[in-house]
C-alpha cells in the first residue's frame, strides 16, 4: 500500500531562517507529488506540484521542493521565511497505476509557527 | 472561475438532528472527494467519487454516514443521527486524473 511519511509534526522558526520539511513516500512506481499549505481557519491550498521533467519544482511564495527519486523524497524548502507562512503543510502523492484506485495519499502535516 | 463551493460555511446542532452538506464541485473535474478534518485524527478521506460513481467509501465511519452524486455538479454528505463526536470540518475537494485537489473552504460542523 501506498504510503507518505512527514518527519516533523511541528517546526517553530524565527523570521528569516530557512525551512525544510522532509516527505518520504512508498510506491514502488511512477507518482505525481504535491505540497499542499493550509493556514490557519482556511482550506487546502496548492503549493506546488511536480508530475515530471525537473525534479526542482518551484511554488507560490518562494517556495521549492526538489523529487529525489532515488531516495523517495520530495522535500519542501524556503530560503527564508515569514511570520505569514505559519501554516500547516501537507505533502501528498498519487500513484500513476492506470486503471484502478485513485491512490492520492497525504502525509499527516507538519504544523510550521514562524516567530516574529 | 468559481471553485468548489461548500454549504452551509457552519452548522450548530444538537445531538440525534440530521446533517446535510453539500458541494458543488468545478465544473469539467470527474473527481468529487470528501474529507474530514479534526485536530485529534487530522485529515481523513471518507469517500471519493468518479464520473457520479462512488469508488472508494471505506473511510465513511459508520452508517450513520451516507454520501450522494446525482449529477456531475452536486454532492451531498448526510449524516444521520449526528453524534458530538462528528464535530469536525468537513472538506470537499474536486480533481481531474493528475492528483492535484481543488479544495472547498469547508463546513464546521458541531454536534452539541
Known amino acids: 500500500a501506498q504510503s507518505v511519511s512527514q518527519h516533523n509534526h511541528h517546526v517553530i522558526l524565527s523570521e528569516a531562517a530557512s525551512l525544510e520539511l522532509g516527505c518520504n513516500y512508498s510506491y514502488g512506481g511512477t507518482v505525481n507529488l504535491f505540497w499542499y499549505v493550509q493556514y490557519p481557519g482556511q482550506h487546502l491550498q496548492l503549493l506546488l506540484k511536480?508530475?515530471?521533467?525537473?525534479?526542482l519544482v518551484k511554488g507560490i511564495k518562494g517556495f521549492e521542493a526538489e523529487f529525489i527519486k532515488s531516495k523517495f523524497s520530495f522535500n519542501l524548502r524556503k530560503p527564508s521565511v515569514q511570520w505569514s507562512d505559519t501554516a500547516e503543510y501537507f505533502c501528498?502523492?498519487?500513484?500513476?497505476?492506470?486503471?484502478?484506485?485513485?491512490?492520492?495519499?497525504f502525509g499527516k502535516g507538519t504544523k510550521l509557527s514562524v516567530i516574529p | 472561475d468559481a471553485g468548489v463551493i461548500q454549504s452551509p460555511r457552519h452548522e450548530v446542532t444538537e445531538m440525534g438532528q440530521e446533517v446535510t452538506l453539500r458541494c458543488k464541485p468545478i465544473?469539467?473535474?470527474?473527481?468529487l472527494f470528501w474529507y474530514r478534518q479534526t485536530m485529534m485524527r487530522g485529515l481523513e478521506l471518507l469517500i471519493y467519487f468518479n464520473n457520479n460513481v462512488p469508488i472508494d467509501d471505506s473511510g465513511m465511519p459508520e452508517d450513520r454516514f451516507s454520501a450522494k452524486m446525482p449529477n456531475a455538479s452536486f454532492s451531498t454528505l448526510k449524516i444521520q443521527p449526528s453524534e458530538p463526536r462528528d464535530s469536525a470540518v468537513y472538506f470537499c475537494?474536486?480533481?481531474?486524473?493528475?492528483?492535484?485537489?481543488?479544495f472547498g473552504e469547508g463546513s464546521r460542523l458541531t454536534v452539541l
Open positions: 465544473s469539467g473535474h470527474d473527481y
Open positions: 501528498a502523492v498519487k500513484g500513476r497505476s492506470g486503471a484502478g484506485s485513485y491512490q492520492l495519499t
Open positions: 475537494a474536486s480533481s481531474t486524473g493528475t492528483g492535484e485537489l481543488f
Open positions: 511536480y508530475f515530471s521533467g525537473d525534479p
